[in-house]
């Protein structure tokens, strides 16, 4: 029988703990399989027990390489029963990003599946959630694990070029929950989504935040995700009551759920992470909806310091201060503190550095010593100036009224869709490419939250068509939202008085290229595919959303667009035709001609079938 302490000691023990008191509820639900918390626990035991073999400490570090679905919660549980540490890597990544990630973690066996074998590069030992299980007798081998130890290692992009993996300890995690439970009372009657990817640690919070109080935990499919309308049916059809968004992606939920009137009669809680939130995006939502059911609250948080860090419930009020983005107050075994560019704390009033302190800040980067001390070294904001171990987020905010209001960052790294990118390793991968001299990255927001990459290059001599080989090139080697949308040349980059970037004149020079008839196709005749009132329609959408001029007859994604913009697109045409598109009917084509085909067989049947009714 397991004692108290041990329950409270590790991630793995209290999800066992919790497994032993609803075995029959439900805890993970995927594309209609259902694991129970006794089936979950069984499953995960016989990962560990053939795990258990090949770890030599507690906390080594075991790849955990699988696309999401039940068996992904089944891996990384196994991961932990068995002592050992998940890094998680997508199996959708480049190939070139899992090598690195495998290597520079070091792992030396992996979780994975069949079906993905033969996308893992090099020569690892492996364990096979979807393997045959061995029958055995043998109890689970118990590795004492303490809460010391490591749990998992996230990887997030880096400014040398190199992306960096986090090292996140059970405790860290553990006490995330027990701080924050006044304020959320989590519970077996909640139903959880996991949304984001495993390799964002929003998603620590999602499968957690279910499984340690009992909840069912509804693992949402890829082409749900990328639906606002599908994941907005799922979230009313599974009588979801937690929804965890970036502000980008509410927003697009947001326009969804009002569009299909979802009553939402048990979501309960929605809240924000990841990105900054803008509170006049919220109008439409808290005018229809509220704020108070579900409730809206915003957390500022950081995967160095453990998914959240502050706490703020959102109001109709914030609705009359929308140039603020706030974010409360720190969770309570956390301290934040703002200090000028001196090291020094700042006056009140102005802003400074987000510099957190407390229970949630992680061990520290892997094999990054030097970056570590940088970025977590000891200053003097304890009680009386005493030095105390620290986090430095480049993050900037200022205390107004007693609270946090986030400004933004101090450096260039920028969150798209939630995940944290570092432009400079964008500009680094790009300047790899045969023939691309110099290169400079900036972030727009073209409406809505549609953050896009614009990669400026200046090209070597003799070196011509580089924009379309360096959209080629980067497409291979980094995940899709580091790649950049719009790829321009220029003769040099520009630079301000004092020698920094000129991002304004850059910005200036995107627009130019934008409306310049040479880079953009010609307007349409009257014998071209335009003459069909909808490709015009539709092309008049697209071409306000992606701010330039488009070919009907090719793909949006090979002319700028980029996912969130496809989704903005269908919201429109849904709008303008009184339709329900969600994406799926596009079958791998995103063109204006395609598009606009399909709303014409939409728009026929559905005039088709009232003809039908009223007979």
């Known amino acids: 029988m397991r004692s108290p302490q041990e329950s409270l000691s590790s991630l793995h023990a209290r999800f066992e703990a919790q497994a032993d008191r609803t075995p029959e509820n439900v805890a993970v639900e995927w594309n209609g399989i259902q694991l129970t918390y006794a089936e979950l ?8 027990a053939q795990l258990a ?9 075991v790849g955990l390489f699988l696309e999401r679905s039940a068996d992904l919660i089944v891996g990384l549980l196994g991961i932990l029963k068995a002592g050992g540490a998940y890094v998680p890597i997508d199996p959708g990544y480049p190939a070139e990003r899992i090598r690195f990630l495998l290597a520079d973690s070091g792992v030396s066996t992996v979780v994975t599946r069949s079906p993905d074998l033969g996308r893992l590069p090099g020569a690892h030992a492996t364990v096979l959630v979807d393997g045959p299980e061995q029958a055995t007798a043998e109890p689970l081998p118990r590795r004492a694990v303490a809460p010391s130890d490591a ?30 439970e006044q304020w959320f009372g989590f519970g077996p009657s909640d139903v959880w989504t996991m949304f984001h990817s495993i390799s964002f640690d929003f998603s620590v919070w999602e499968i957690w935040g279910a499984l340690l109080h009992g909840g069912r935990l509804v693992i949402v499919p890829p082409d749900v995700v990328t639906v606002p309308g599908a994941f907005a049916r799922l979230v009313e059809d599974s009588h979801v009551t937690v929804v965890n968004q970036t502000p980008t992606a509410f927003w697009h939920f947001a326009r969804a759920s009002l569009a299909a009137r979802h009553a939402y009669t048990r979501l309960r809680t929605v809240i924000f992470g990841g990105e900054r939130l803008e509170a006049s995006h919220l109008r439409p939502w808290i005018e229809h909806y509220g704020a108070d059911r579900p409730q809206l609250i915003n957390m500022y948080g950081i995967t160095e310091t453990t998914v959240h860090v502050t706490y ?7 609705l009359q201060h929308p140039e603020r983005s706030p974010i409360g107050r720190p969770i309570g075994d956390l301290e934040v503190h703002l200090i000028d560019e001196h090291g020094a704390k700042s006056t009140p009033g102005c802003p400074g550095e987000i510099v957190v302190t407390g229970a949630g800040v992680s061990r520290g980067y892997l094999n990054r010593p030097e970056l570590t001390a940088e970025r977590f070294p000891m200053l003097p904001l304890g009680p009386g100036a005493t030095p105390v171990r620290c986090y430095r987020s480049g993050d900037l905010a200022v205390v107004s009224d007693g609270e946090l209001l986030y ?29 691309v001299e110099r290169c400079a990255v900036i972030a727009r927001d073209f409406g809505d939250g549609d953050v896009r990459l614009i990669a400026f290059l200046v090209v070597k001599p003799d070196c011509a068509e580089m924009a379309a080989r360096v959209k080629e090139i980067t ?19 520009p630079r301000t008085t004092n020698g920094k970037l000129d991002r304004d004149a850059l910005l200036q020079r995107l627009a130019h290229h934008l409306s310049d008839p040479g880079t953009s196709p010609a307007p349409p005749t009257a014998g071209s595919s335009l003459a069909n009132t909808t490709v015009a329609r539709v092309a008049d959408l697209a071409q306000a959303i992606l701010q330039h001029n488009i070919s009907p007859e090719l793909d949006l994604f090979d002319q700028g667009a980029t996912s969130l913009s496809l989704v903005r697109l269908l919201l429109d045409v849904n709008l303008a035709f009184g339709l329900t598109l969600t994406g799926a009917e596009l079958d791998g084509d995103s063109s204006v001609v395609n598009i606009s085909a399909i709303v014409d067989r939409m728009a026929q049947h559905k005039t088709g079938s009232r003809l039908e009714d009223m007979r």
Request: glycine share 6%; aromatic share 4%.
């Open 41 to 48: 626990s069984r499953r995960s035991s016989v990962v560990a």
């Open 53 to 61: 073999a090949t770890l030599q400490h507690p906390g080594q570090l």
């Open 475 to 493: 497409a291979r080697t980094l995940p899709a939202y580091m790649c950049p949308s719009h790829v321009v040349e220029i003769d040099e980059l």
């Open 151 to 180: 749990a998992y290692v996230i990887y997030t992009s880096g400014s040398t070029g190199t992306p960096k993996g986090t090292i996140v300890e059970h405790r860290n995690v553990t006490r995330l929950f027990d701080a924050t």
């Open 312 to 318: 703020r419930p959102i109001s109709a009020a914030d």
């Open 407 to 435: 400004l933004g960052r101090s450096d260039d790294q920028v969150k798209i869709r939630g995940y944290r990118i570092e432009l400079r390793e964008v500009e680094l991968r790009i300047e790899q490419c045969p023939g």
